[in-house]
């Protein structure tokens, strides 16, 4: 499946790979960086109709999708210099971001490690990796049981998960979604086929979040690195959930903030782009 009226090119990442990045319209450049257990087309309703006012970048990250699926490199550090290497192919140093899932992660990396390119970031329904694992304990935890399943040394989760790949990742397409009806039946076809061909680039990029990530995440917290661009955070009440503060956990990274939670689904895009496409025209005012 592709994205009406985007072409779709193959874009140099970090360190030799290639990304598969959808790329349409006209006008200042805006990438989008799709989640777990998804692809590029997750973006398909936002991105058209952001098309008409910019030049809207869709990738599939490295590991997922039709790009690149090394078998190591899934630091999200590594996941965002693929990013911004494949936008300045496309002849833009600068650009605004919006990231869901492990998509916003990565551009919560990207906006910390190049200032310079990243000038907007829009991050749907996460928190950075060191809160993540910070605000997870006891019982509640078992709302991320794939976290801690994929973060187990390389063998078991791949076999595991390989052992009934449609029912784990269809699992997720099921529980997180208050719409049943926004990811139709070919899409949600698309995302299991996609996620059963990349079973170990998939636990690879989790294992990362709870190794690497969490040192980069750390080293850049001691080193008071903030996110000096303006950010907008749309998210469910997890902090209600849980038993944290969302807004106060977010804000120790970005100063400025404006942070919102919505009654949507954690598929943001596909269940409420209109919310997401109204967040990205303010937040690229600021």
Known sequence: MKINGFDYLQLPGADGITLNVAVGGSGTPVVLLHGFPQTHLMWRHVATKLATEHTVICPDLRGYGDSSKPADGYSKRTMALDIVTAV???????????GHDRGALV?????????????????????????????????????????YLMAQPPGLPEKLIAGAPDAFFGHFLDIWTKDPTAIP????????????????????????????DVTHDTESLAAGNKLAMPVT????????????????????WAPNLHHQLTTAGHFLAEE?????????????TR
């Open 185 to 212: 039946a070919e899409v949600r076809s698309a995302y299991l086929t996609a996620s059963r061909e990349a079973i170990p680039s998939i636990v690879a990029d989790y294992r990362a979040s709870a190794t690497i």
């Open 107 to 147: 551009a919560f990396r990207a906006a910390l490690d190049h200032p310079d390119a990243v000038t907007h970031l829009l991050s749907l329904d996460v928190l950075p990796t060191l809160d993540m694992w910070e605000v997870m304990h006891g019982t509640t935890a078992a709302i991320g049981f794939h976290l």
């Open 272 to 284: 409420s782009p209109t919310e997401v496409l109204t967040a990205l025209h303010n937040l690229l």
């Open 88 to 98: 300045r192919s496309l002849g833009h140093s600068t650009f605004a971001l919006a």
């Open 233 to 252: 955070v749309i998210q469910q009440d997890w902090g209600t959930a849980l038993g944290f503060d969302a807004t106060a956990r977010w804000q120790a």
